[in-house]
């Protein structure tokens, strides 16, 4: 692709140092590859890293995506550790984990401007994710065996991009898992919920799987719940969805649990 320049280095991960993770103590594990990515629709420069599931060169098979945003690559590691953890024991297919850089996300992440909770540069998500489809799941469907499942998972104020691409470009992403999704961005404007039914009105063939969790969240709960019962009211075509409270969790810790119970939500009936 002409429009990006991608310098790839390979991505040495962390060392394991004991018997019980390798048959060769000190051994360093590979668990991935970190590419850079220099954005002309962001015009910057982004993180990118990327896992392959195991048998991956010696197979033909097309694998789903997960895709994850996330400051540095410990988000990365913890992501792979549950996708991992989560196929050895046979509750979800294997994977391949992309994790991108948050970079600024008060700007990237928010689909409107809230200038008094997330500053003058707010509102960028739309070309967020223009830059997500038009140049990283490009390339990334252009350079590994890829199916058609794509799956997003983020928390927070990630979570909110996530639910603001399942109504305004619901062809991006097969399946969105939004932990603790921030509703509350912009305040009493409340622009995702007052226009949820419009963007319903905009489906057409889109087959999607949401969900969402929330832990002892008393600031989020109310609009949260004000979207599932959105969802239920207007019933979307082809739009299957689970909510899960995790009363025991706060908006912390919730992230511990929330990734691993949202992939198994996904593929419980598969």
Same mark, same amino acid.
């Given at each position: 692709m002409s429009m990006i320049r991608f310098s790839i280095i390979l991505f040495v991960s962390f060392m394991l140092c004991t018997q019980a993770y390798s048959q060769n103590p000190g051994e360093k594990l590979e668990i991935g590859t970190h590419i850079t990515i220099s954005s002309e629709i962001l015009n910057e420069t982004r993180n990118v890293y990327i896992y392959l599931p195991e048998g991956y060169s010696e197979s033909g098979e097309k694998f789903d995506v997960l895709y994850t945003l996330y400051n540095g690559s410990t988000g990365f590691h913890y992501s792979t550790g549950v996708v991992n953890q989560l196929n050895d024991k046979r509750? &979800? =297919? !294997?994977? &391949?984990? @992309?994790? @991108?850089d948050?970079?600024?996300? *008060?700007r990237d992440l928010t689909p409107t401007r809230? @200038?008094?909770t997330y500053g003058p540069t707010s509102g960028g998500a739309g070309n967020y994710l223009k830059f997500l489809k038009e140049e990283l799941i490009t390339y990334i469907d252009e350079n590994y065996r890829t199916s058609s499942e794509r799956l997003y998972y983020s928390h927070s104020i990630g979570g909110?991009?996530?639910?603001y691409s399942l109504l305004a470009e619901p062809e991006i992403f097969t399946t969105i898992l939004a932990s603790s =999704?921030?509703?509350i961005y912009d305040l009493e404007e409340k622009y995702l919920l007052k226009n949820v039914e419009k963007f319903f009105g905009k489906r057409n063939s889109q087959k999607n799987f949401l969900y969402i969790s929330v832990g002892n969240e008393p600031r989020l709960i109310p609009d949260i719940e004000e979207f599932t019962s959105l969802l239920d009211k207007n019933k979307p075509a082809g739009l299957e969805w689970e909510f899960e409270k995790m009363p025991d969790e706060d908006h912390n810790s919730i992230m511990a649990r929330s990734l691993a119970s949202g992939l198994r939500a996904r593929y !419980?009936? *598969?």
């Open positions: 509750l &979800i =297919p !294997k994977l &391949i984990v @992309v994790s @991108v948050l970079g600024d996300g *008060r809230a @200038v008094s909110t991009l996530g639910i =999704p921030w509703f !419980k009936n *598969r």
